[in-house]
């Protein structure tokens, strides 16, 4: 459902990100310049090396104390400062849009507006370092998407965008990770925020996750109890929100102990794949704030990405 920006983010929320920063480990070479380090060796500020001059090097570059002791033309390289590319999975099909239900508390949101307040909590931490973003979303194909953007004014616009979009549809999770990975851009931090929840199985999103190039962050929007959603005991109408059915249940104690075990394998992988992306996996429930979940991320108020 589309919400309007003031309940995604409010002041409060923005005070509380102020001190937090994202710092890319590595950041491959070929950005603009902002406040991430880079591998490349150029204009920047800290001294990392030298080497002789070759025809074409700046001359500002040349270390003349050096000349004067050896009587050879060297320059000095520094680390560059470059942006790092931010991209947002977004998942928007109709089970992101589902409340907690059961005796979870009313105002529980559901679970896309919980990944879309995850996405501007971190796109206003990357837009205030110049770092670029873009956000794309989808349901069963790709939808509308924000081209990449920079910079603090950006912000905005970006939670207008976010606000902007529905949860609808059927979910074509493995597919759009595939795709995703297929596009050449430059290799950044990816941050996938999904229910997980795909007809091709766990297995299949896994193996999706696995072939993204960049770094990857696995952020689960989930409601507490759902692994073991006692609530449902008893006989009950399970109809599916993207509409491919319902089944009729005689839930007892034995078949959420076999629910349970399912939910914790599917878990397990897709969290497993997230990890071996050089990222991590978090789930942001839904009944609580999404700052301090995410602030498990930070240490000392830096993410390593």
Known sequence: MTVAPAELFDPAFVRSLEALQILARSVPAGGRHAEQRSRARGAGQEFTDMRPYVAGDDFRAVDWHVYQRLDKVFVRLFLQDEDLPVYFLLDQSASMARGPGGSAPAAAPDRSTVARRAVAALAYVSLHQMDRVSVHPFAGEALRG????????????????????????????????????????????????????????????????????????????????????????????????????????????ALLDRHQAAYREFTEAIAGAARARGGGYLELFSDTPVVPQLAKLFQYGVMQA
Do not use: W
Request: aromatic letters at 4%.
């Open 146 to 253: 924000m081209p990449a953007t920079s910079g603090k004014n950006s912000f905005q616009r970006l939670l207008a965008y976010l606000a902007s979009l529905p949860a609808s549809g059927t979910t074509g999770l493995a597919e759009a990770i595939r795709s995703f990975a297929a596009r050449r851009f430059r290799r950044g931090l990816c941050v996938l925020l999904t229910d997980g929840f795909d007809p091709a199985g766990s297995a299949a999103v896994a193996d999706a996750i696995r072939l993204l190039p960049h770094r990857t962050l696995l952020l689960r929007p989930v409601h507490r109890g759902e692994d073991r959603p006692v609530h449902l005991l008893g006989e009950v109408r399970a109809v599916d929100c993207e509409g491919s059915g319902s089944l009729e249940l005689s839930i007892d104690e």
